[in-house]
């Protein structure tokens, strides 16, 4: 059997090749597929493929993200070529396990024997990809093969994927919106007599914590996620594509201005209030030490409610896991940004041998339906069935479930999984859901500004510091604020914040005037 599962470790001598760079704006390392410079003819997809009819098929290395192990990958592939056939193409998948995705694909874009030709970027911003000169640029091929990708995806949504003058990465269809608000088992909370419909904010929450210490008083009443994040590092602010918040855009992207957020009143208010509550103790004294996920917790029973972001049916989702039954409050609207959308695009290896013949299969992955289902669900019989006559909702065969399934959906991971089956118990419309909550999402100011950090490299290696020393604890609420957020300020001021944010502030008013 082919191995198609890369090993989780790495020895010294092959990381040796680990992802360098940030920012956007390095030329030298942008990469453009040989023969396709502008004004290179009417080459269009449908006559590519007629041409390689009679030709020889190209087999392409695909890698993609796993969680589990995907024994049915042969099949998957052998039926995935099936359909293929008649477009020259044909496709070799590498399923990588997650742990290991950011090492394990940098030595698969190294240009060698191994080389992958079409993958996700994930896990590293796509700027680095870029500058790195591991990402091909997309535009001549998109204009020649990939008509089909260019009438599926939004136009605005398409230009997302550009790394200052070309696109490197395509769009894929899933949950990119995310709004925030705070998930609870419901019995608990009917226990407690307070109408949902009155908690608006994080603040109208302390009564209720009050009224669940009261009842239940060795309870939980505030989960602090993992590594005391209470999981809400993006809080009601864009990142501006920066996981440590060096320089955010408040009110959802829609302030317009890029700011240091823990100098900004809504993060100090923020912490103040985590603080009364760990105080009031509603937030696990040792929440900082632990490390399990919050519905691991409440399935044990210990735990009332935690942060999250969220999307449609979260809470129906999460009374799966838990075996509890939810009820979920948004507290933040949904948001659309940046990093939410280039976190997860598909796109072509620097180093293919094949540029054009991997457009044509990435047309493919985006548009057939047939294709699409196969990549995501695997195969009829032996990974899902279908429920229904209209073959629109699946469910696992007889004797499959999710821990002994041969093949592991990871809907988010492929390209268009709006073109898919439903997977019980979640409705029929569950993608139009998904579509529409994207659609309706507030798009921020900054949406499609990826900033070029190259110049502050230094600072953004100190302040990332001082940021991991102090935030945790301070949204957890696990130290005094008047003593830590001072030190905090300070310090991060001795990093160079004010030249971050300066540096930032500068390129998003000259992206914002070529808009």
Not at 66 to 71: H, M, V
Request: charged fraction near 25%; charge should be negative; include cysteine.
């Amino acid at each position: 059997m082919k191995k198609k599962w890369i090993a989780v470790l790495l020895t010294v001598s092959m990381a040796a090749g680990i992802l360098t760079g940030c920012g956007s704006g390095a030329k030298g390392g942008k990469q453009q597929a040989a023969g396709t410079e502008s004004g290179t003819g009417g080459n269009t997809a449908e006559n590519a493929v007629e041409e390689k009819k009679n030709g020889d098929v190209v087999t392409l290395k695909v890698a993609a993200m796993a969680f589990n192990d995907q024994s049915l990958v042969e099949d998957v592939e052998r039926a995935a070529n099936e359909i293929l056939k008649d477009k020259g193409v044909a496709l070799d998948i590498t399923f990588i396990n997650i742990g290991s995705w950011q090492q394990q694909t940098n030595l698969l874009l190294t240009g060698g024997s191994d080389t992958v030709d079409i993958l996700p970027w994930y896990g590293t911003p796509l700027a680095t990809y870029v500058n790195n000169g591991q990402a091909l640029e997309l535009d001549e091929l998109l204009d020649r093969y990939g008509e089909g990708i260019k009438k599926e995806i939004p136009e605005d949504m398409l230009e997302l994927g550009r790394v200052d003058e070309n696109i490197y990465g395509i769009y894929t269809d899933r949950e990119v919106a995310n709004s925030y608000g705070i998930w609870m088992r419901k019995d608990i909370l009917e226990e407690t007599g307070i109408d949902p419909a009155g908690i608006k904010t994080l603040e109208d929450c302390t009564a209720l914590f009050a009224k669940v210490k009261e009842l239940h008083p060795d309870m939980e009443c505030l989960s602090g996620g993992q590594a005391g994040t209470l999981q809400t590092n993006t809080w009601g602010w864009d990142q501006i594509s920066d996981a440590n918040n060096l320089g955010v855009m408040l009110d959802n992207g829609q302030s317009g201005e890029i700011v240091n957020l823990y100098e900004s009143g809504e993060y100090e208010d923020y912490v103040r209030l985590m603080r009364k509550w760990y105080e009031a103790g509603y937030i696990s004294p040792d929440v900082l030490s632990k490390s399990d996920d919050p519905s691991v917790i409440m399935r044990a029973g210990k735990l009332f409610s935690a942060l999250s972001h969220l999307k449609p049916l979260f809470g129906e989702q999460q009374a799966r896991i838990t075996g509890c039954e939810i009820e979920v409050i948004e507290l933040r609207p949904a948001s659309l940004q940046t990093q939410t959308v280039q976190g997860m695009m598909w796109g072509i290896s620097a180093s293919t041998k094949h540029p054009e013949e991997a457009m044509i299969l990435l047309n493919e992955m985006y548009t057939n339906p047939q294709l699409a289902n196969i990549l995501i669900n695997g195969i009829e019989g032996k990974s899902y069935t279908y429920t229904d006559d209209g073959k629109k909702m699946i469910n696992f065969p007889e004797g499959v479930n999710a821990s002994n399934t041969p093949y592991t959906a990871q809907s988010w991971i492929w390209p268009n999984a709006f073109e898919t089956p439903v997977w019980e118990p979640y409705p029929e419309d569950y993608w139009k859901q998904i579509e529409e909550f994207n659609n309706t999402a507030l798009h921020s100011k900054a949406l499609g500004f990826v900033p070029d950090t190259l110049e502050i490299t230094n600072e953004i290696t100190a302040c990332t510091n001082v940021v991991a020393k102090y935030n945790p604890s301070l949204m957890a609420g696990a130290v005094d604020v008047d003593e830590s957020l001072a030190q905090f300020r300070e310090e991060l001021k001795t990093a160079g914040i004010d030249k971050i944010i300066e540096t930032k502030s500068k390129q998003y008013e000259e992206w914002k005037a070529k808009q």
